[in-house]
């Protein structure tokens, strides 16, 4: 079935970049491109197509196929579009890179897919930039990869932005602890995905767990405070005081501390209930939000076993920015810049084309950027368009306007008749 | 059916590309972007996956539907990854910048898809990058495409390539003239796309047309010559020689007459049976050729009747580079750089991760790419590893290697111990 008249449309959840917002976008990646290579990030491009196979590998719990793009080649396998860049890359690392030096610092600035239901926001394309370093466990690994999410957001131009800073095993310590039964975990983990407390408490009251069971669970789903405070709070649970919730709590200090030492204390925050959509992750985790901007401008985390579902069982971090929630984040803050400028406009009559051509090539060496004006209008229809663009009108024929010093100047200079300014 | 094991692989005809091809074709998509904005073309960037009819307008016989990649969303609408740019292209401009003022310039960098039967260099996800120029009827917009098409190619850094300049109409008349039927005329237009002029004889033979018509149309797919020759071999094709194949060599030598007082006369010759295998086009059609790659790196044309499919009715003409193509001839002239380099690794002891992150970012302030050691190495093995990505080492320790002048430089301005130079 194909509605009529969509021909003109695009599908729900996917969008056209016109050039001021191509522009902005393309800049934007420019910027994270330049700053993730400083870092020793190099980056990679991995087809749009892949195997069903390779884009479901460790997807776990709270990956959903059914939110994937799926296709069929003639020979009726399932292809998919990526519905993330870390599994690629995890794939090419992998097989591809193999025998490269280790670790690997990689980046990429790509759309992922993921079919989404149409309500307020949600998309089904999603332009990413990120990174991934693949081959470094430890403290020092994590917080060069949130370190580096610090400054990237810092030289996207984001005022303001916070980083939330969490633990996979500090969350399956505490539902371990508190005993819920597999669905109620489930439920209780979409919520903390969701970031929505009030299910969240909800759904713990409807747990009928004993009263200090509830209480650790809302305890960590609500946490806002130091790590001092955190270890003050969770740091005896578990069998006595020496379970993964303590190893995890232990982990992020020295984070924390690390974080400090490199100045970025201030922008990073614990956020001890803090749940990644992705099934992958498997120790620190981190999102990342600029003000105003309810979901995450960034996320990332520690995937220590996704390598291995391709054969390479390396300890891996990384981070994706959401681009176009950065964007917004940036337009509130008026920090993109406009589109770019056209800086002059060669007038063309029919005869002279040649002559035109050549007068806007000379201005285009001199890194202008100009157009010849193919529709052969002269006089104030020209500087009537000119002034729309922004931009000046350079004449091959006499008397088009009022002529400045650095009017004449650029006539002189051209070997054209005039230029006229647009003030 | 799902193959065992494809979750390492990726589908046929796709590729990886690892970091010295992903920075060689950023490095060139960066180039030609900037000539295309100092002409004035701007960026748009249209969605990954559009709706069926939107991709298959003015697709013509020559486009085929079985070569798209479709797909279908929840509400059983047919999807398809883009078979070209222009498409999507044409579809914005004729809507979402309908009130703007023309001609609109666009250009854009992205991936097309088209399944293609599994043989020796060919490929189903292709990297182009191109413009689109919307608007603008005549020879000098016609012009400034080719000319353009050629300062695009020159940026590259390619030597020795040549435009190949055909006309639609040309090609029509002559087979208006031959008077063929329409299988045989479709079977000697798919060997004119695929330059196959011993398969287009072959067919000639086979139709058993009277000799001179025969001979017309070998003498158009084996034309090459100057302007005046042609004219002097076709311009009395046609009822007295007023038809569409005098118009259509008319207009191809204003252009060319327009090209030799652009200065790239040398680089363009008349390629009559040029037949491109998108159906959208209507008058001049070019192609461009590098030395020793068989098939095409740019390939573009007018296409007046795509817009209105949309509701446009504007006139159209643009060109593709086909950037994969262009990387193998750009690498056999040996003009592409080799991966972009590392300069510093610091060592990095675990007990001063702080302090090697802290020298790490002073140096990537000065520009530097630097990437910290995370993997606790020292001495001969950290050296080892830096000698292998081309960078040198930075050592919080003392007595890591001899110091030259500018090594004992670094560390002074630096207050790190030791800068080991690689040589």
Redesign the interface.
């Known amino acids: 079935?194909?509605?009529p008249n969509?021909?003109?449309?695009?599908?729900?959840g996917?969008?056209?970049?016109?050039?001021r917002?191509?522009?902005q976008?393309?800049r934007l990646a420019d910027r994270l491109?330049e700053v993730f290579?400083?870092?020793?990030y190099?980056?990679?491009?991995?087809?749009?197509?892949?195997?069903?196979?390779?884009v479901t590998?460790g997807a776990g719990s709270l990956g959903r196929r059914e939110d994937l793009?799926?296709?069929f080649?003639?020979?009726?396998?399932?292809?998919a579009?990526r519905p993330d860049m870390t599994t690629p890359i995890a794939?090419?690392a992998?097989?591809?890179?193999a025998g490269e030096?280790?670790?690997l610092?990689?980046s990429y600035f790509a759309?992922v897919?993921r079919?989404r239901a149409q309500k307020a926001g949600s998309v089904?394309?999603i332009w990413q930039a990120g990174i991934e370093?693949i081959?470094?466990a430890?403290?020092?690994?994590d917080?060069?990869v949130v370190?580096l999410a610090c400054g990237a957001l810092a030289a996207s131009g984001l005022e303001g932005f916070k980083l939330g800073l969490g633990h996979v095993d500090f969350v399956e310590g505490i539902f371990a602890e508190a005993g819920v039964d597999r669905a109620t975990e489930e439920a209780l983990k979409e919520a903390l995905v969701a970031r929505d407390l009030v299910a969240f408490e909800k759904g713990v009251r409807e747990a009928g767990l004993p009263g200090e069971k509830a209480e650790l669970l809302t305890a960590m789903a609500s946490f806002q405070g130091s790590y001092e405070q955190a270890v003050a709070r969770f740091g005896g649970v578990g069998e006595s005081g020496a379970g993964r919730v303590v190893r995890a709590l232990r982990e992020l200090g020295t984070m924390l501390q690390?974080l400090a030492?490199?100045g970025v204390a201030g922008q990073v925050s614990l956020d001890l209930g803090l749940t990644r959509s992705l099934g992958y992750y498997t120790g620190v985790v981190f999102e990342g939000y600029a003000p105003g901007v309810g979901s995450p401008v960034l996320g990332g985390g520690r995937y220590d076993n996704l390598l291995a579902?391709?054969?390479g069982r390396l300890p891996a971090t990384g981070f994706a920015l959401e681009l176009d929630r950065l964007l917004v984040a940036l337009e509130r803050q008026g920090r993109l810049p406009g589109?770019?400028g056209?800086d002059a406009v060669v007038e063309?009559p029919?005869d002279r084309?040649?002559?035109a051509?050549?007068a806007?090539?000379e201005l285009?060496g001199r890194?202008?950027?100009?157009?010849?004006d193919?529709?052969g209008r002269t006089g104030a229809e020209l500087v009537k368009?000119a002034r729309?663009?922004g931009a000046r009108v350079v004449s091959l024929t006499e008397g088009t306007g009022g002529e400045a010093g650095e009017v004449l100047e650029a006539r002189r200079r051209l070997r054209v008749a005039a230029v006229t300014p647009i003030h």
Do not use: H
């Not at 996917?14 to 050039?19: N, S």
């Not at 080649?73 to 292809?79: S, Y």
């Not at 430890?138 to 690994?141: D, E, L, N």
């Open positions: 079935m194909n509605v969509s021909r003109n449309q695009i599908p729900e996917v969008r056209d970049q016109l050039p917002e191509a522009a976008m393309r491109g290579g400083t870092w020793g190099r980056e990679v491009v991995t087809p749009g197509l892949e195997y069903l196979e390779t590998a793009y799926q296709l080649d003639r020979k009726g396998r399932t292809l579009l794939r090419v992998a097989t591809k890179m030096p280790l670790p610092r990689l759309p897919y079919y089904s394309e370093l081959g470094a430890g403290a020092a690994a917080g060069e370190a690390l030492e490199l579902d391709f054969g589109a770019p056209l063309c029919p084309v040649g002559e051509m050549a806007a090539r285009r890194g202008l950027t100009v157009e010849v193919l529709l368009y729309a663009r």
